[in-house]
């Protein structure tokens, strides 16, 4: 099962932008779930995550400036992101967290920030 994300694009620092984690099934209700970031050059990182009961947390590079929510129906998860900084720049992937799961790996979606 490949999670789909999608939402991302070319950003001014400062802007915003929210991605969209698209799931079949029951995922978001089972499992805590997070959005993951890859940026150039770096090792895929862990952003922020939400459990399966909807507490969420955010990494300390992004507290207070990125959000993580799902919606009612806990099929699509999002993350909200303000105040983008070029450091945010990289491909985002959103997959089961703590530990991702590698058949979930989807292709994820860019996200760039110009300063």
């Known amino acids: 099962v490949q999670l789909q994300a999608s939402g991302g694009g070319l950003v001014q620092t400062g802007g915003s932008l929210r991605l969209t984690c698209a799931a079949s099934?029951?995922?978001?209700?089972?499992?805590?779930s997070g959005w993951y970031r890859q940026a150039p050059g770096k090792q895929r990182e862990l952003v922020a995550m939400?459990?399966?009961?909807?507490?969420?947390v955010v990494a300390d590079p992004e507290k207070g400036r990125f959000a993580i929510s799902t919606d009612s129906a806990k099929k699509t998860m999002f993350l909200q992101m303000d105040s983008l900084q070029p450091e945010d720049t990289g491909v985002y992937y959103c997959?089961?967290?703590?530990?991702?799961?590698?058949?979930?790996w989807g292709q994820g979606t860019q996200v760039t920030v110009s300063s």
């Open positions: 939400i459990s399966k009961q909807g507490t969420a």
């Open positions: 099934g029951t995922i978001f209700s089972g499992f805590a």
């Open positions: 997959n089961t967290a703590p530990v991702p799961r590698n058949d979930h």
